[in-house]
């Protein structure tokens, strides 16, 4: 069973740092795009950023020049560097795997169970 592991959440001052990491374990042959995902209150889930097996990487029009994607094939794990903080990017960012390759079986996607960021102003 693959499972998705968020850390790195917290309470920020705008304008401050944050360093998101998430995991995935299991017996993981391959994953194809890794990616980040936040909802805030009242509002619906939004792609933060994504970042494929390769290294190609799509961002919110809305991170760009703030965040930074990476990812560890072989540890699994991806990354967001958050810099310059607002607001606004107040959410619950919770982490996406696309195309999880096992021993056995296939799946198609696997979400983690969110971690919090606060940003005070």
């Known amino acids: 069973q693959v499972q998705l592991v968020e850390s790195g959440g917290g309470l920020v001052q705008a304008g401050g740092s944050l360093r998101l990491s998430c995991a995935a374990s299991?017996?993981?042959?391959?994953?194809?795009?890794m990616g980040w995902y936040r909802q805030a209150p009242g509002k619906q889930r939004e792609l933060v950023a994504t970042i494929t097996s390769g290294g190609s990487t799509n961002y919110a029009d809305s991170v760009k020049g703030r965040f930074t994607i990476s990812r560890d094939n072989a540890k699994n794990t991806v990354y967001l560097q958050m810099n310059s903080l607002k607001p606004e990017d107040t959410a619950v960012y919770y982490c996406?795997?696309?195309?999880?390759?096992?021993?056995?079986?296939?799946?198609?996607?696997?979400w983690g169970q969110g971690t919090l960021v606060t940003v005070s102003s």
């Open positions: 299991g017996s993981i042959f391959s994953i194809n795009t």
């Open positions: 996406h795997a696309e195309r999880v390759v096992t021993a056995g079986r296939i799946a198609l996607e696997r």
